[in-house]
């Protein structure tokens, strides 16, 4: 009975309390991460989304100075290319378009819009102003 005894002690691994002891551990850090991934994930889309935009703008001041004016309306969503505006390319969930500001054949200016559909924020640029953005509000329609 004894050596029966021994021999258990002499096996080795781990109690069900030290099991228990990583478990949380792994949960705590599990709680940290997951928010802080999701915040990074929200970023990368806001930045496809701004560069988005800066390419449209550049697209835009390319054609104007072919054409002394600014491409027309145009809109497109997720990974589509600007028929007006050679070599301009939209990321894939990023909502975006173009409009002439003005009234006249002959507009001078334009509107630019690109919005991350998993992002936090519109961005806005034109050709007098530049970038601007703007917070997203959860349950609000925002026309484009």
Same mark, same amino acid.
């Given at each position: 009975m004894l050596n029966k005894m021994n021999k258990i002690k002499s096996e080795k691994g781990f109690t069900l309390i030290e099991l228990m002891i990583v478990v949380a551990i792994i949960g705590i850090l599990a709680a940290i991460a997951i928010p802080q991934f999701a915040s990074y994930?929200?970023? #990368?889309?806001?930045?496809?989304?701004?560069?988005?935009?800066?390419?449209?703008?550049? +697209?835009?001041? +390319?054609?104007?100075?072919?054409?002394?004016?600014?491409? @027309?309306?145009?809109? @497109?969503? +997720? #990974? +589509?290319?600007?028929? @007006?505006?050679?070599?301009? %390319?939209?990321?894939?969930?990023?909502?975006?378009?173009?409009?002439?500001?003005?009234?006249?054949?002959?507009?001078?200016?334009? %509107?630019?819009?690109?919005?991350?559909l998993a992002g936090t924020k519109i961005f806005t640029g034109t050709a007098s102003i530049g970038i601007s953005s703007v917070s997203k509000v959860a349950g609000t329609a925002y026309t484009f």
């Open positions: 994930r929200a970023r #990368a889309y806001n930045v496809a989304a701004e560069s988005d935009l800066r390419n449209m703008m550049t +697209g835009e001041e +390319g054609y104007y100075v072919d054409n002394d004016t600014y491409t @027309t309306v145009v809109a @497109t969503t +997720g #990974a +589509g290319n600007f028929s @007006t505006l050679p070599g301009v %390319k939209l990321s894939s969930n990023v909502r975006a378009q173009v409009v002439q500001n003005g009234s006249t054949l002959l507009s001078t200016d334009y %509107k630019a819009q690109a919005e991350p």
